[in-house]
């Protein structure tokens, strides 16, 4: 019989690793969790899940482009 082992999820932004808020939550919305905190990230792409031991990581990378 398999046992099932649920890997915790791990996010990223800017260099700065972020704990999952609730594993519940969606990347999106955990996005969203953190928006308050780093508002550059609301415009963030997310990239991932990419397995890492046993965490999956998620990271959210800032959108590149010029004002104006």
């Known amino acids: 019989m398999l046992s ?3 890997m ?3 996010f990223s932004y800017n260099g700065v690793r972020l704990p999952d ?3 519940a939550m969606t990347p999106e919305e955990v996005r969203q969790f953190y928006a308050t905190q780093y508002p550059d990230i609301t415009t963030a792409s997310i990239t991932g899940p990419e397995a890492e031991g046993d965490k999956l ?3 959210f990378a800032r959108a ?3 004002k104006g």
Do not use: A, V
């Open 4 to 6: 099932e082992t649920r």
């Open 8 to 10: 915790s999820r791990e």
């Open 57 to 59: 990581r998620y990271s």
């Open 21 to 23: 808020p609730n594993p």
């Open 64 to 66: 590149i482009g010029s």
